[in-house]
T-cell receptor, first 112, second 114 residues
Framework: SQQGEEDPQALSIQEGENATMNCSYK?????LQWYRQNSGRGLVHLIL?????REKHSGRLRVTLDTSKKSSSLLITASRAADTASYFC????????????FGQGTRLTINP | DAEITQSPRHKITETGRQVTLACHQT?????MFWYRQDLGHGLRLIHY???????NKGEVSDGYSVSRSNTEDLPLTLESAASSQTSVYFC?????????????FGPGTRLTVT
């Protein structure tokens, strides 16, 4: 069963605009992570936010977490063509388990 | 630099054959994972291991097996390949100590079962 569900499934914006992707999940979590996957490649870890954190920044990335709504958002500011990829949220639902459940991803296309 | 590699990168096999996909990591990570990725399903966990001689079933383990005889390798075996196992397979690893949960992924193996 999928723990995380991303929204939207696909997003197309112009270069320089901001991109926002959302993730909802069903059960309590210890942390939530975002990954990027370029076409034909493996996933790359972007950022991790713990359940007791509400917001985290890394370069042009901003992640928020609302545990009361069981949701997270990933904001990419000043998008670039190189940001074109699929983005996945993943949740670690059980303390110590260290295994992740991935959503189906958002396909982001940045148009030049 | 440390890395995680998978081989082969592409494989075509026939229904009923046994297939083994290799995964090798030089991160010295305790945890290793196998996923399959299919359109409409995202990544689904097949098997995982927290250390040598430890293996656990994931969400979609039927028809697959793994063994962990050393820290670096977690081969995935399809006992009798089926067309439903046509997919892209990813291996990943993570440090099992402290609170470092992020996973490092290999480049994937595209498997076609005909």
């Amino acid at each position: 069963s999928q723990q995380g569900e991303e929204d939207p499934q696909a997003l197309s914006i112009q270069e320089g605009e901001n991109a926002t992707m959302n993730c909802s999940y069903k059960t309590s979590i210890n942390n939530l992570q975002w990954y990027r996957q370029n076409s034909g490649r493996g996933l790359v870890h972007l950022i991790l936010i713990r359940s007791n954190e509400r917001e985290k920044h890394s370069g042009r990335l901003r992640v928020t977490l609302d545990t009361s709504k069981k949701s997270s958002s990933l904001l990419i500011t000043a998008s670039r063509a190189a940001d074109t990829a699929s983005y996945f949220c993943a949740t670690d639902a059980r303390l110590g388990a260290q295994k992740l459940v991935f959503g189906q991803g958002t396909r982001l296309t940045i148009n030049p | 630099d440390a890395e995680i590699t998978q081989s082969p990168r592409h494989k075509i096999t026939e229904t009923g054959r046994q297939v083994t996909l290799a995964c090798h990591q030089t991160w010295n990570h305790n945890n290793m994972f196998w996923y399959r990725q299919d359109l409409g399903h995202g990544l689904r966990l097949i098997h995982y291991s927290y250390g040598v001689q430890d293996t656990n079933k994931g969400e979609v383990s039927d028809g697959y097996s793994v063994s962990r005889s050393n820290t670096e390798d977690l081969p995935l075996t399809l006992e009798s390949a089926a067309s439903s196992q046509t997919s892209v397979y990813f291996c990943a690893s993570s440090d099992g100590t402290g609170r470092a949960y992020e996973q490092y992924f290999g480049p994937g193996t595209r498997l076609t079962v005909t």
